[in-house]
């Protein structure tokens, strides 16, 4: 998979994210149209966007939370899926609302 040519690296290799494998399974099966799957870099600036601090942060107010509490700048060209990664995050968000654990608090544009 190619990287983006700018982006902000995580924490550490194996950063701890929000998005879970059976967050991805939940977006492939009932938000994706039927055939289609989240692309690989979908899934991949997904789990960036929901990167969390680890739980033995040295600050323990921060331990679990997200690490971009404040919002994220995503820049990607026209008709490659910018639309369905924004959906699919919203789409998680009323999930996990619904089930009163992690509640995010997030609003995405895309345009």
Known sequence: MLYPAQYTLPLSENFTTKLTDQDIERVNKFYMLPGQELDPWQI???????????????????????????????????????????????????????????ITKMGCVAS
């Open 44 to 102: 991949w600036l997904m789990r960036a966007v929901l990167e969390t601090y680890p739980d033995d942060h040295k600050d323990p107010r921060k331990a679990g939370k997200l690490r971009y509490r404040e919002g994220v700048l995503i820049e990607v060209s026209r008709q490659v899926g910018k639309t369905t990664v924004l959906g699919a995050l919203m789409f998680l968000g009323y999930l996990k609302s619904a089930n009163r654990k992690n």
